[in-house]
Structures are given as C-alpha cells and as structure tokens.
C-alpha cells in the first residue's frame, strides 16, 4: 500500500478487503450527527437544527 493515501481511501480499501460492509452506515451516521453539532453550535441555521431534533 502506499504511504501517501488519505484515510478515507485507506478505510475503502479495508472495507473492500475484509468484507465489513456492515460498518459503512455506523461511519456515515457519526459524520452526519458530528456536522449536525458543529453547524448547530455556532450557526444561522441552529434554530432549524434544533427543531428537527
């Protein structure tokens, strides 16, 4: 493997090769939920986060 890969491609290639399909919503999930804490933190859009939540 090559030392210059981004994570990203690095946990593809791991998924691809160990056959852990299972981790992809799990890992998709954290993102969505840690960018709906960031923007509703500090943003014009946090009244309409909160009111989703």
Known sequence: MSHNKSIILEFWDFLKIRKKWWLLPIIIMLILVGVL?????????????YALI
């Open 37 to 49: 804490i960031v923007f509703g933190q500090s943003s014009a859009i946090s009244p309409f986060i």
